[in-house]
């Protein structure tokens, strides 16, 4: 079945340094979106990439989805405590009942 | 309502009980999903909804759990004989349709005892 890699597992960075986590599947994906899970909270959406090398800017967040619309990554720059928290990608199957899928999700730990 | 409503927020039971688990989804969202997060882990996905087609059912565990969507609006997820490893928060999502964001609930962390 299709499925949706992650790396790193998991991520402590000072404040200040930058943070990218990967994210890969196994097909080709419809569109991709990110979520943030703060600890003890749910999943929040972040954003959606939909185009084949799409680049999406959120402040100090940029988002970037491949070419083959098989992979994604998130880059924070100069990162800040509020910035802690889990980071999944995910999104619909493109056969069957296109079901959404998440990554294994990033775990970002930021010391101040 | 304005957002993805699940209750209860906790529940505790002893092992071999049933529960319920409930989801009210954003009014007009046709998809709607369950999924289990057990602590520092992912999202498992359990059971998905779309319209009035046939459920997702491929990430049910076992045959102990079982969830209706009634009316295209609500859902329940009932798990028989509860287990220990059963406990795990889980999560309710809708999306207006499967191509969309999904807008999460805040979990219903159950703990078998």
């Known amino acids: 079945g299709q499925q949706v890699m992650q790396i790193p597992q998991y991520q402590h960075v000072q404040e200040g340094e930058d943070f990218t986590t990967y994210c890969n599947s196994s097909t080709t994906l419809s569109n991709i979106q990110w979520y943030k899970q703060r600890p003890g909270g749910h999943p929040v959406f972040l954003i959606q990439?939909?185009?084949?090398?799409e680049v999406k800017k959120q402040k100090r967040l940029t988002f970037q989805f491949g070419e083959a619309k098989k992979n994604s990554s998130l880059h924070i720059t100069a990162t800040q405590t509020t910035d802690v928290g889990t980071y999944f990608c995910?999104?619909?199957?493109?056969?069957?009942?296109?079901?959404?899928?998440f990554g294994t999700g990033t775990r970002l730990k930021v010391l101040a | 309502g304005a957002g993805v409503s699940q209750s209860p927020s906790n529940k505790v039971t002893e092992k071999g009980k049933d529960v319920e688990l409930r989801c009210d989804p954003i009014s007009g969202h046709t998809a709607l999903y369950w999924y289990r997060q057990s602590l520092g882990q992912g999202l498992e996905f359990l059971i998905y909804?779309?319209?009035?087609?046939?459920?997702?059912k491929s990430g049910l565990p076992s045959d102990r759990f079982s969830a209706e969507r009634t009316g295209g609006s609500v859902s329940t997820l009932t798990i028989q004989r509860t287990q220990q490893e059963d406990s795990a928060v889980y999560l309710c999502a809708s999306t207006p349709d499967h191509l969309n964001a999904a807008f999460f609930g805040q979990g219903t962390r159950l703990t078998v005892v």
């Open positions: 995910g999104g619909p199957t493109t056969s069957g009942t296109y079901k959404y899928i």
């Open positions: 909804f779309q319209g009035n087609s046939a459920p997702d």
């Open positions: 990439l939909v185009k084949s090398g």
